[in-house]
């Protein structure tokens, strides 16, 4: 997965100013399998629109950003713009949100 900016792709370095790759989605299931892995990266967040250009603020996209030594992985939590809007407006009860 990539993530851009203003459509422009975003570019990871490490702390020696090195360009390091976005691994892939498999890559990040095969160490999340090592126990104690998570716990021996650098982990960060951002926080984006879910559409390049949506300025609603119910469209936004959470991205976990793993460093390691050879690369970063990327988990992004994405919701449906219905159900944001459904849970902002109040209008759910318990038994539909679980």
Known sequence: MNLTVNGKPITFTNSK???IPVLPGKELSKRLLKNGWINSVNAYYIVTNHRYGDTSPYMQAIHLVLEDTDGVMIASLRTPDYVDKEIAS?????????
């Not at 109040?90 to 679980?98: A, M, P, W």
């Open 17 to 19: 100013g090195e360009v």
């Open 90 to 98: 109040g209008n759910y009860n318990s038994e539909q949100v679980q």
